[in-house]
């Protein structure tokens, strides 16, 4: 019903950029706060930004001035742009959807995860 479908990772060198899209698809009422999360081999899934249906946006602290989210309410898709990427920014990220059903039920939703890898 519901699908969330990721694009945009893969191999990047230190200090390159990388776009991530979320494209959500199906029949739902609203979408309200959207996240990307991500994470690294050995390591807890951690949010590193989000974003509200009004724009309002949160960083993790590590990745404030490098990343920037944003969302498309006409497309619904939701964008993670990368820049300054460190080795340490490598792991699976992971698209994060609340989403109020035709049926007003209000659910989170992931996406499928897309690796992302920042290596030399």
């Known amino acids: 019903q519901v699908q969330l479908v990721e ?16 494209a959500v698809s199906g029949v739902m009422r609203s979408i309200y706060d ?8 050995g390591k807890q899934r951690e949010l590193a930004a989000s974003i ?5 946006t949160t960083y993790a602290d590590s990745v404030k001035g ?16 990368m820049n300054s990427l460190k080795p340490e920014d490598t792991a699976v990220y992971y698209c994060n959807a609340d989403i ?4 007003y039920t209000r659910s989170d939703y992931w996406g499928q995860g897309t690796q992302v890898t920042v290596s030399s």
Do not use: E, H
Request: aromatic share 8%.
């Open 52 to 56: 509200t249906n009004d724009g309002t």
């Open 66 to 81: 490098r990343f920037t989210i944003s969302r498309d309410n006409v497309k619904n898709t939701m964008y993670l742009q």
């Open 100 to 103: 109020l059903s035709i049926r």
């Open 34 to 41: 959207m996240g990307w999360y991500r994470q690294a081999p």
């Open 7 to 22: 694009s945009g990772g893969g191999l990047v060198q230190p200090g390159g950029s990388l776009r991530l899209s979320c």
